[in-house]
């Protein structure tokens, strides 16, 4: 089955940087949806994106739809201790009358002080 | 709202016992969803339902079976249990998928 693909796996960085991660697919998709997943928890939705090239913010978080809708990219900027945890990426498509999602292998984030 | 519950949080079976993970929603959603999730691979799609009485096959569905009887609940049945099934169980639900499914805390699942 397909998998899309996060890079980096996974990143160290210092509280005030900026963050990006990136997702990529050789489907199209018609939503984009950015995760975000605490040790021990369930995956939490920080951003949705429903047209190609849509650019959304959600408090320091910005995520933006590809314009070949293959790809999608999420911005944090000015880290903090809290934004720790493990970030996916997730297409939607519709094939008949199935909606899905499919996951990417997701990036996890450390920020230290 | 309770949201997406799910019960046990942790479970331990020996190879071939079968036994059933619950899930629950209060939110009048009609899509549910089972999610595995294992190291380095994401979360992969088991079975979904879009609504009480339809369900269909994910991305990796042998070995479990999921029912529809009504709108809140969606059990997951493990026949006999493998070592393979080792993983941490998420099940989802949403009012449709393009707006985000919701997830529960997951069922850390150990077959021994």
């Known amino acids: 089955g397909q998998q899309l693909n996060q890079s980096p796996q996974s990143m160290f960085i210092q509280e005030g940087e900026d963050v990006s991660m990136n997702c990529t697919s050789s489907?199209?998709?018609?939503?984009w949806l950015w995760y975000k997943q605490d040790p021990g928890e369930g995956p939490v939705l920080l951003i949705a994106l429903y047209k190609a090239g849509e650019l959304t913010s959600n408090g320091r978080l910005t995520a933006q739809f590809g314009i070949t809708r293959k790809d999608s990219f999420l911005n944090i900027s000015a880290s903090i201790p809290s934004d720790v945890g493990i970030y996916f990426c997730a297409g939607q498509r519709t094939t008949g009358t199935a909606s899905k999602l499919t996951f990417g292998t997701g990036t996890r984030l450390q920020v230290t002080l | 709202n309770a949201g997406v519950t799910q019960t046990p949080k942790f479970q331990v079976l020996k190879t071939g016992q079968s036994m059933t993970l619950q899930c629950a929603q209060d939110m009048n959603h009609e899509y549910m969803s089972w999610y595995r999730q294992d190291p380095g691979m994401g979360l992969r799609l088991i079975h979904y339902?879009?609504?009480?009485?339809?369900?269909d096959q994910g991305e990796v569905p042998n070995g479990y079976n999921v029912s529809r009887s009504t709108t809140e609940d969606f059990p997951l049945r493990l026949l006999s249990a493998a070592p393979s099934q080792t993983s941490v169980y998420f099940c989802?639900?949403?009012?449709?998928?393009?707006?985000?499914?919701?997830f529960g805390p997951g069922t850390r699942l150990t077959v021994t």
């Open positions: 339902s879009v609504g009480a009485g339809i369900t």
């Open positions: 989802a639900s949403s009012r449709e998928t393009r707006f985000g499914e919701n």
């Open positions: 489907s199209i998709f018609n939503t």
